[in-house]
T-cell receptor, first 111, second 114 residues
Framework: EDQVTQSPEALRLQEGESSSLNCSYT??????LFWYRQDPGKGPEFLFT???AGEEKEKERLKATLTKKESFLHITAPKPEDSATYLC????????????FGAGTRLFVKA | EAQVTQNPRYLITVTGKKLTVTCSQN?????MSWYRQDPGLGLRQIYY???????DKGDVPEGYKVSRKEKRNFPLILESPSPNQTSLYFC?????????????FGEGSRLTVL
């Protein structure tokens, strides 16, 4: 069964304190892995798509990496405005075009 | 402005009273999908549509219906709502049929079934 597990559930950082969020996945064949940001009361906002192991994408203070079993979202020198829930999702290349999301990591960055 | 619009944003209803949540996108996207979001469970896909008149089940389709008669609209229908369908619902669309590109999400519809 295709599955996505994110850790930790919540992460509290001081401003400037770099860290990483983890997304472990199990799929029969990976079509794509996605990262989204979700602010309270809002719909998720797309950040990155990764297609194959070894691929990396960067956007401002965020960098996403992918291996055959997991993805990391690295946050460098976070600011309070980076506080949000970060969602990981995968789409398998078998069994239709279902997209499976993890439960998310809630990030709190304190000034 | 490119957007996905859901209505209503908030709804309180009673068990068994049929309701429809509308979803419309103005980006000419082929792919549209519905999700529900519950605490601790994350986003779970209900139904998706690859194009007009093409729909398929996601992981939690029981109790829901959808239709795709026009490219821009993808309504979610609850024929006989029950309290376990109380949730936050999101509609999303994507330019790529496989949905492997960027998903654009609506603002969400919070549904309470009493």
């Amino acid at each position: 069964e295709d599955q996505v597990t994110q850790s930790p559930e919540a992460l509290r950082l001081q401003e400037g304190e770099s860290s990483s969020l983890n997304c472990s996945y199990t799929v029969s064949g990976l079509r794509g892995l996605f990262w989204y940001r979700q602010d309270p009361g809002k719909g998720p906002e797309f950040l990155f798509t990764l297609y194959s192991a070894g691929e990396e994408k960067e956007k401002e203070r965020l960098k996403a990496t992918l291996t055959k079993k997991e993805s990391f979202l690295h946050i460098t020198a976070p600011k309070p405005e980076d506080s949000a829930t970060y969602l990981c999702a995968v789409q398998a290349n078998t069994g239709g075009f279902k997209t499976i999301f993890g439960a998310g990591t809630r990030l709190f960055v304190k000034a | 402005e490119a957007q996905v619009t859901q209505n209503p944003r908030y709804l309180i209803t009673v068990t068994g009273k049929k309701l429809t949540v509308t979803c419309s996108q103005n980006m000419n996207h082929e792919y549209m999908s519905w999700y529900r979001q519950d605490p601790g469970l994350g986003l779970r896909q209900i139904y998706y549509s690859m194009n007009v008149e093409v729909t398929d089940k996601g992981d939690v389709p029981e109790g829901y219906k959808v239709s795709r008669k026009e490219k821009r609209n993808f309504p979610l229908i609850l024929e006989s709502p029950s309290p376990n369908q109380t949730s936050l619902y999101f509609c999303a669309s994507s330019v790529r049929q496989a949905g492997s590109g960027e998903l654009f999400f609506g603002e969400g519809s919070r549904l309470t079934v009493l």
